[in-house]
């Protein structure tokens, strides 16, 4: 009996190569059957490297890589039913879309009624039908980028691996791009796993999204917990949206520490329960619940922290403002300001504001 099961357990996975070691270092992750994972980190933290094993186009110095209940370490990406979507697309510039998409079944032995049958359900699902008998280089970038995906999911693999997908695409038709693999996603109802660099796509697509670094994995959650509860300064600045402050507890009062002058910022202890007098710490605090108020002005209600700044520099998003202050010396601090907000009383380059937030929005970090 075919086993369907997508679901992944990496354990102790390690990889090395010839005088690098620890690209992959003992990496521990479950991934659900039939979910969404996105893998992020900056160039050379291991990421592609684990979807690489994954696939089966490279094994691991030490551990297991576990899919659907069996151990796949030695055995070949058509054995583990795993199919891999290059960055590339890699499609063959003589062959139709139709031709492309049912290549893989024809290697597999596949009379050719039932694989050009099994190639125009697929075109279907992709919604490539009018283009069926199209060249590669007769479609756009996001057609062609249907057509890889397609050509992947037509082996029936019970997980497919992406590899940047998006990253030659406009931002247009990567936003796009996005819903469509969500689409897909669910539509095939397999496991997928995506390796990306940008924070926007891996949190609008993933039902599990895994931040590492110098390969090992810093956290891994769903998409908003990763976002908006940072384990620690490194997911915090990685992932944007967030200040990262620093300083010395100065005071702990019950459900809360005070931070020392000249911050003087009070903190709700949340995750940090065992904070002492005269630690360092690290707190986050996101950039969408900072006000600006001008000074002299009353703080809005519940807002107790404020701290003096200078507009640095101001650039308009659309639907905010991002405001650049001084507040942190030789450190990143930023303000998203709702549009309205911001021009109902501009500010300009130079202008003296308090940045304020109210106490239960700085989080402390790891």
Known sequence: MKNDRGDIELAGVCKSFDGVTNVVDGVNLRIDDGAYCCFIGPSGCGKTTILRMIAGHEDPTAGEIVIGG??????????????????????????????????????????????????????????????????????????????????????????????????????????????????????????????????????????????????????????????????????????????VLSGRVEKVNGASFTLAAPSGIEVPLQARPTVNVGDQVDIAVRRDDVALVRPGRDLPSGYTTSLPSRVLAIEYQGYFVKVMLDTVPDDEFVAYVPEKTFFADPFTVGDVVMATWATGSALPLA
């Open 70 to 243: 069996q151990n796949v370490v030695g055995l070949a990406p058509v054995q583990r039913r795993t199919a891999m979507m290059f960055q590339s697309y890699a499609l063959f510039p003589h062959l139709t879309v139709r031709e492309n998409i049912a290549f893989a079944l024809r290697v597999r032995g596949q009379s050719k009624a039932d694989r050009l049958r099994a190639a125009d359900a697929m075109i279907e699902k992709v919604r490539l039908t009018q283009f069926a008998d199209r060249l590669p280089a007769q479609l756009s970038g996001g057609q062609q980028q249907r057509v890889a995906l397609a050509r992947a999911a037509i082996t029936e693999p019970r997980v497919l691996l992406l590899d940047e997908p998006l990253s030659a695409l406009d931002e247009q038709l990567r936003v796009q791009m996005r819903q469509e693999l969500r689409r897909m996603q669910q539509e095939l109802g397999i496991t997928f796993i995506h390796v990306t660099h940008t924070q926007l796509e891996a949190i609008a697509l993933a039902d599990l999204v895994v931040v590492m670094e110098q390969g090992r994995i810093k956290q891994a959650g769903a998409a908003r917990d990763v976002y908006a509860h940072p384990h620690d300064r490194y997911v915090a600045e990685f992932m944007g949206g967030q200040n």
